[in-house]
């Protein structure tokens, strides 16, 4: 069928969802332009051709502004090139109807600022998409778009994926080459998001590769892929927390536990249950990644710019960057110092061949605007409701699958974390729990966007 039919219909359900608030900024017309180009045999068609694609306004698309989900931002020009992620994508043959909405400078799990206003889950309006690539996960699980970008630098890929009902990998740090430098320098990557294991094992084969300058970029030889019989895990370990930040609420862990009993049964693997009071002694991840990422985006915006631009920030970020401000050169050294110590640790925990099973998300999902309750004030989310920031500290690959739903409607998203570079490997075990445990493709009330079209 024609790109141009499938970019309208695109279109037509983006304007027609707009109670989700997802876009940060339309492109339709240059959308539209792009797919007659393809249509009449003007441009390449590569593994994406045709498929309408959202970029997150954390990377730079050519030609329109990088605004970040940020007021202070609202003014700048725009970006003379692509981003790594979303050039690969558009020689892939992807077409961009717009740019999905984020947190603030992606700092937080709930995609809310002052400058775009509140996006919401599918699964249920009342509910965050989570962060910070949210805009993106909602726009997915509602069958707005084949394609919608996502990066990771605490979650942001399995956050939303987690109660979006998608499937999300955080690839090994560098496996998809980084440029420019990250705001969180060693912590972020980009990541693909999808609803299915299919549609994502396509999407990170197109975005991942090496960059210059990227030093952690490695070669392509480690990514091979994986024969079936190495897909078994030899050893699984599962922990309700790799922090100790205190139980779960029940509805979470009942689920963490029907999911892990699933998981070793399809696997025909047994299950070592950890306590996260003995996995970390030296310090704690969780912690170190707010005193890390605090002072390396205070840094990158430039400390004067945040002090003389703090009364325009949403208030989530303004209690991020206030941290980020207090914290002592010291302090920042010795944090940076046991990110060795935790990788190590999960070094000799998952080698060879083992699995951490854990939830992608400690809460019950938090409201649209970011509050745990609707007696609850806006705030940034406290470290306890996350199980995502480990794995951007080690730089292990990570991915989130669907396994259930909340009492709310929101899905539960299963973590599984595995070695270095077996990136491949955690989608192909993905895939299998997929073929046994299928998901939902979509929320209720939407269509997957490649069901519905007229392919007469």
């Given amino acids: 069928m024609s790109a141009v039919a499938v970019v309208t219909a695109s279109i037509e359900r983006l304007e027609r969802a707009e109670v989700l608030n997802v876009l940060a900024e339309k492109t339709y017309d240059e959308a539209l332009r792009a797919a007659r180009h393809l249509d009449d045999g003007e441009s390449i068609k590569g593994a994406l051709a045709g498929v309408p694609t959202l970029i997150k306004d954390l990377e730079d698309l050519a030609g329109h502004p990088t605004r970040k989900g940020s007021v202070a931002l609202r003014d700048e020009p725009p970006a003379s090139s692509n981003g790594v992620v979303p050039s690969r994508l558009l020689h892939a043959g992807a077409i961009v109807v717009g740019k999905s909405t984020l947190p603030e400078f992606a700092i937080e799990g709930f995609t809310a600022n002052l400058l775009t206003g509140v996006t919401r889950n599918p699964w249920n309006l009342d509910y965050s998409p989570g962060g910070s690539s949210g805009g993106s996960a909602a726009a997915l699980a509602a069958g707005l778009v084949g394609v919608a970008t996502a990066t990771d630098g ?241 730089g292990h690959p990570a991915i989130s699958l669907p396994f259930g739903h909340l009492p709310s409607g929101v899905p539960f998203g299963l973590q599984i974390t595995a070695e270095h570079y077996h990136d491949h490997r955690l989608i192909d075990i993905a895939a299998r729990m997929e073929a046994a445990y299928p998901w939902a493709r979509v929320a209720p009330g939407y269509e997957a966007l490649d069901t519905v079209l007229d392919v007469t």
């Fill in 154 to 394: 605490g979650g942001s890929v399995r956050i939303p994926a987690a109660m979006c009902g998608l499937v999300g990998l955080k690839p090994t740090n560098g496996v998809v080459g980084r440029w420019p430098v990250p705001d969180w320098i060693d912590y972020s990557t980009d990541g693909p998001l999808a609803t299915s294991c299919d549609d994502l094992r396509l999407l990170f084969d197109v975005m991942r590769g090496p960059v210059a300058g990227d030093p952690t970029s490695p070669p392509a030889a480690l990514l091979e892929r994986w024969s079936p019989s190495e897909i078994r895990p030899a050893h699984i370990f599962a922990a309700e927390r790799t922090s100790p930040f205190g139980p779960l609420s029940p509805a979470v862990a009942a689920l963490l536990h029907e999911a892990v009993d699933a998981f070793a049964d399809r696997f025909d693997t047994p299950v070592t249950w950890l306590e996260p009071e003995g996995l970390f002694v030296d310090g704690d991840p969780d912690l170190d990644w707010f005193t890390v990422t605090g002072a390396e985006h205070v840094a990158a915006l430039g400390r004067d710019w945040v002090k003389e631009h703090m009364e325009e920030f949403h208030v989530a970020t303004q209690e991020f960057l206030e941290a980020g401000l207090r914290v002592a050169i010291d302090e920042y050294l010795a944090a940076r110092r046991r990110r060795y110590l935790y990788v190590r640790k999960l070094d000799e925990l998952l080698s060879p061949n083992g699995l951490l099973l854990t939830g992608a998300v400690a809460a019950e999902g938090w409201l649209a605007d970011g509050r745990m309750g609707p007696e609850a004030d806006v705030h940034g989310l406290a470290p306890a409701v996350y199980l995502t920031a480990l794995q951007n500290v080690t």
